[in-house]
């Protein structure tokens, strides 16, 4: 199994349930079991993982869900009663707009508006119970945007 490379963070959450309570969080994918311990040892109670379109979807219309159901059922089983919040981008080889300058692929524009539907759909449908929160991009500031 990969080792699990996570970048720690300082996440200042605040909302009018938790008053002034800062909570510790991680940013990275979640690969397993061996490291998890690490999150319970430091405190950890959000994690962030991000989640591509093309993972999923890496052909129009062929997805496979299994990594990121595998994914939710491990952190359920090995993490409970620490929120999870996927952050979920729109990069796509075969459904995103060339941006001049950029990488292989585009995150945005999308240029299928349906077929992301399609994908948000199913991604918050077998999300529901185990996803705290949904991020939708990340650094929408981005000269490249």
Not at 20 to 34: E, I, K, R, V
Not at 91 to 104: E, F, H, M, T
Not at 109 to 117: E, F, G, N, S
Not at 130 to 143: F, K, L, R, T
């Given at each position: 199994m990969r080792t699990l490379t996570v970048l720690l963070v300082l996440v200042g959450l605040t909302a009018p349930a938790l008053a002034?309570?800062?909570?510790?969080?991680?940013?990275?994918?979640?690969?397993?079991?061996?490291a998890y311990?690490?999150?319970?040892?430091?405190?950890?109670?959000?994690?962030?993982?991000?989640l591509s379109w093309h993972e999923v979807e890496p052909k129009r219309g062929q997805h496979d869900w299994s990594k990121f159901e595998q994914a939710l059922a491990s952190f359920r089983r090995e993490l409970p009663g620490v929120r999870l919040i996927v952050t979920v981008r729109a990069?796509?080889?075969?459904?995103?707009?060339?941006?001049?300058?950029?990488?292989?692929f585009a995150t945005l524009?999308?240029?299928?508006?349906?077929?992301?539907?399609s994908f948000l759909t199913g991604?918050?449908?077998?999300?529901?119970?185990?996803?705290?929160?949904?991020?939708?991009?990340?650094?929408?500031?981005?000269?490249?945007?």
């Open positions: 002034s309570a800062a909570s510790y969080g991680l940013t990275g994918g979640l690969a397993g079991p061996d311990h690490p999150l319970r040892t430091l405190g950890v109670d959000v994690v962030r993982y991000p990069k796509s080889p075969w459904a995103g707009l060339p941006v001049s300058g950029a990488d292989s524009p999308v240029a299928d508006l349906r077929a992301y539907r991604l918050v449908t077998r999300g529901k119970g185990a996803v705290w929160a949904w991020q939708i991009e990340n650094e929408e500031d981005s000269p490249r945007w």
